[in-house]
């Protein structure tokens, strides 16, 4: 399977703890995004990466949320002391810049804070 | 502000007939739309796209209109099939250094057999 991996694809965990969810693009695609969607509403944009540098983060990432692409590959997103509004699925998307217009999804991962 | 609207929270059509999923939006500096279907609990996958210099774009059962003026898109889906039956979602991509895409809220579609 060549196509956005991401996990874990659930997790459920105590409000207060800490989570980290991680993504592996499609092989070379130099962008990655992450995305969150609540029940109702479409994907908002959270971050994104060129390659290993975060290049912008939306007002949406309050300084609980922690994104990193150290080697330009993976990514992980980390939100710490959790809230119960953070419950969502979190989306990881790649794309190419140089080819296609295309961003490609993950199949996402579902957080629920209780 | 939403800078994409999908206003049919939901539609249903007979298997065989026509689907027509409409998107608006506002910002002008968009550069490309694209339509994605989401089935539960699984993330967005593409389906069709268009460029602001088009007005159609077709593939196979899928055909999106663009209307510019009017900052309108429109997906056609003939015939409908029972697997169409899921979210649509519209979205747009700003036309600056990110790509980044702005959704709309999405239609549900359910297409009856």
């Known amino acids: 399977d060549t196509g956005v991996s991401q996990n874990p694809r659930h997790k459920i965990t105590k409000r207060g703890q800490n989570v980290t969810f991680r993504c592996d693009p499609i092989s070379e695609h130099n962008r990655l995004y992450w995305y969150r969607q609540t029940l109702g509403q479409g994907p908002e944009f959270l971050t994104y990466?060129?390659?290993?540098?975060?290049?912008?983060k939306s007002r949406l990432l309050s300084d609980r949320f922690s994104a990193e692409r150290p080697k330009g590959s993976f990514s992980t997103l980390e939100i710490q002391r959790t809230e119960q509004g953070d419950s969502a699925m979190y989306l990881c998307?790649?794309?190419?810049?140089?080819?296609?217009?295309?961003?490609?999804f993950g199949e996402g991962s579902w957080l629920t804070v209780v | 502000d939403q800078q994409v609207k999908q206003n049919s929270p939901s539609l249903s059509v007979q298997e065989g007939r026509i689907s027509i999923l409409n998107c608006d939006y506002t910002n002008s500096m968009f550069d490309y739309f694209l339509w994605y279907k989401k089935y539960p609990a699984e993330g967005p996958t593409f389906l069709i796209s268009?460029?602001?210099?088009?007005d159609k774009n077709e593939d196979g059962r899928f055909t999106v209109f663009l209307n510019k003026s009017a900052k309108h898109l429109s997906l056609h889906i003939v015939p409908s099939q029972p697997g169409d039956s899921a979210v649509y979602f519209c979205?747009?991509?700003?036309?600056?250094?990110?790509?980044?895409?702005?959704f709309g809220s999405g239609t549900r579609l359910l297409v009856r057999p």
């Open positions: 268009i460029s602001s210099i088009k």
């Open positions: 990466f060129q390659n290993e540098a975060q290049l912008e």
């Open positions: 979205a747009a991509r700003l036309m600056d250094s990110s790509y980044k895409l702005i």
């Open positions: 998307a790649s794309r190419q810049t140089d080819s296609g217009n295309t961003i490609y």
